[in-house]
């Protein structure tokens, strides 16, 4: 299969923002991902509520919160970030 470091399974901050990502995640205890931002093509969810990418690698589980909506709690060896741009950096300095 393909390196698992270099495919996309979740994005944060579509269609909602970073700090209503980051209030989520803090207060569940785990990265947690909706629906909207979850990347089918690389990522399964199973019956028992275990998500796996696509090669078969363990990445977390769905528990989805009060109201029934899904919320895929990812565990952190399964995240990795991307450095803001260098524009990005620049602006946030000035």
């Not at 269609?15 to 205890?29: C, I, L, P, V």
């Not at 363990?58 to 919160?65: A, K, Q, R, T, V």
């Not at 909506?69 to 990812?74: A, G, L, S, V």
């Amino acid at each position: 299969g393909k390196p698992l470091f270099r495919i996309a399974l979740h994005s944060s901050g579509t269609m909602r923002s970073w700090e209503e990502f980051m209030k989520e995640s803090k207060a569940h205890g785990w990265p947690s991902f909706r629906d909207h931002e979850v990347e089918w093509e690389n990522v399964r969810c199973l019956k028992n509520g275990e998500c796996v990418s696509v090669d078969g690698t363990h990445l977390g589980h769905n528990l989805p919160d009060r109201s029934g909506r899904n919320r895929y709690c990812i565990n952190l060896v399964s995240i990795a970030g991307r450095p803001p741009a260098a524009k990005d950096t620049e602006e946030a300095e000035t």
